[in-house]
């Protein structure tokens, strides 16, 4: 052991770190295995440590990845020069689910985002991979949640929509969990149970939900738990709801659960890894004809024969033309200024609804367990483990659209006070770390009422604007557990229309998965407990750092930490644990490290503080006041990493400091927060 702690310490030396400093690459050029890549030897790691033989476990040292993704300037250059089958517009998770299925389809792929990507409403999910739990009751009741075996009775339908939006939403989720293992984990959640009659109605509920998933659901079945096991599981559980009825039991159910921005980056580094071209931070203003000619948008209800686009590249202010055959609008919320682009008269389709989640400590909820229950007015709140915190939420109600939506006090008062409902030690208000809103991208029904968004269907629309073959395809609605499904729709539309993408081949999703997850099976083989081992053993990671690594960038966690290990004075820590040198945190209670900064900006294309601390770490959807605190340690390792000039940093953090402040932070009094009929004791905290 002690030459494995020789070798590892001197692997984070400033020695080590001047020969390995020679192994940095550029952005875009391959990543060649640091050390031989013994793993294909398949060396059982565990069964080499067991037997203690430490010339077994340097042997078992796990290849790292070769493929990094091109520069974005070298993908701007292409953007200008090439012309394209696809261009995409919008870099959520649908944008970018079209991308990665026309790109693997063979075709010339472009996509563009106006910010960074998933900075939209895919940043700002609840993080759940699901098939609905609202839409299942809807299928059969017209009141959620009936309040007795008789408003049951009153209120039983049956709408076969709501089961087919289930069963096609269960489908993907399966596909989904699987496409990218290192970061996506089944997720046990309690639904308490106050009143007798709920434990059979539940456990029909449990039940079905699995049978709709089938066998290959990938997740755990449901279950009925009694009293003791559902406060055993949920120590946090009340023992009797604000009406007074006691806990009779709860439902365990599964639905997988992922980290929303990142799972999106990873999703365009796969896009990229196929062939696409991808910037951010570039914006559609306009649209072009078939000449290339910006499009005259007459109005005169066609919309067809589009060529492209007129972009602008809001980091350099230089506006160009990206040429295609056909242009397809993953914008979200925002789809309907582009379909006006197209048709000046098109009637908008989008009806914003927002949704505002609020972060509490990792004590706000049992680590393994969530809770999720139906709340007064007939809506779904989760209070869930993730990234080391709680995640509760969410609400639902109309708004504006905006590319920075903002939470309301009232959202945050409503989600504590929902809590309160059915944790025992009252929540607060000063237990509220963050408080961030996103805007879900409804469409209208012909027919409903403005301003119902509940009564809005979630399921998505690919609309064709116009007759000709290259008209404007928008793809909008669904959710984010059915990005590759819409993807798949909206290019299969594309395809069927347009002969200038003859040439496509059917889709291939389903058999795909995403960069970081060790397809061949070379480097974890299969299993990323193997990775995180090697990040413990070989590097000299911490356990909690490992498991965030491993969480958010699969087998790209090695060119991360070699990428560190290489640059020692500038991320690794000073002091030292037995014998090793650390990665160095970014904030001493979180796991993120200082070398993700750096790696977000050579390898993951993050253009701003904003973005490392809002899509790549995280940080501020936890912590508002951490990520504001690391702020200028951000700063000083993107200026170095960019070349920023001291005006320049000083711009890009006040930035930062304006967009944390004004759509990341938590109320800033304390009152507390309480629902009818709980007492909140004066000094409670959680
Ligand atoms: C509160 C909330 C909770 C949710 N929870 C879940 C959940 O747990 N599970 C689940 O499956 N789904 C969930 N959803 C739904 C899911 O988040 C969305 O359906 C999904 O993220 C939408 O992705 P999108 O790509 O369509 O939109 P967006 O993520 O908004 O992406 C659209 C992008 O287009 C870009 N854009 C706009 N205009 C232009 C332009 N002119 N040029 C270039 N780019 C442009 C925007 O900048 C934006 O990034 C939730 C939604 C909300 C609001």
Redesign the pocket.
Known sequence: MFRTALLLSALCSPRGGESLARGVRPPGAAMRPARAPLARARVDLLAARDAGDDGELCAATLPTPSWQPPAREQMLERLERDEFDVLV????????GVAMDAATRGLRVAL????D??????????????GGLRYLAQAFQSKIPPRSILDLIIHLRFEPDYLRIVAADLAERAWMIQSAPFMTRALPMMVPLYRWWEVPLFWIVGTLYDLIAGAGRGVPPSRIVTVEEARFQVPLLRPEDPDGNRLVGGLVIYDGQQN?ARM?LHIVLTAIQAGASCANY????GLLDASGVPFAGDGSGDGGAIGGAR?RDRRTGKTFHVRAKQVVN?????SD??RQMAQPTAEPMMVP?????VILPDYATSAQMGMVWFTKDGRVLYLLPWEGSAVA??TDAPGEIS?EPRSSDGEVDFILGECNRVVREPLRRDAVRSAW?????LVRKPGAAAGDTKALSRDHVVERLGTAPDALVTI????????RKMAEDAVDVCVAHNPALSHARPCGTLERKLVGSDETGEICDGSFDRLIVTLRDDVGVEADVARHLKFNYGTRALQLVEMARAEPHRFCADDRSGGRARLRRLHAQFPHVDAEVAFACRFEFAQTPSDVLAQRTRLCFLDADAALSVLPRVVEIMAEEKGWTEAHAAQEAEQARVFLEATMRAPRDTIPAAPAGVAVPQAAAV
Not at 437 to 441: E, K
């Open positions: 517009i919008g870099g959520g998770a649908t944008g970018a563009i985002e106006r910010g990507y998933s900075s939209g409403t895919s940043s700002r999910s609840t993080k759940l991979i699901h929303d999106g570039v914006q559609v203003e972009v993953a914008c979200g919320v925002f200024a582009v609804s927002y949704g505002t989640h939420g969410t590319f809103a996103g805007i879900r991208p909008a609605g669904g959710k984010w557990t059915t990005y």
